[in-house]
């Protein structure tokens, strides 16, 4: 089962990365109209 770990690794990086994406965007926006 190493490579079904991996790819479950790699599609939680994916998500992770996407929500901190937001995350931030979101952030930024909030810091720029305040």
Do not use: D, E, P, S
Not at 7 to 29: E, K, N, P
């Amino acid at each position: 089962g190493g490579a079904t770990g991996v790819g479950q690794a790699a599609r939680r990086a994916v998500v992770v990365t996407f929500l901190l994406v937001i995350i931030m965007g979101y952030y930024i926006t909030w810091a720029v109209l305040t």
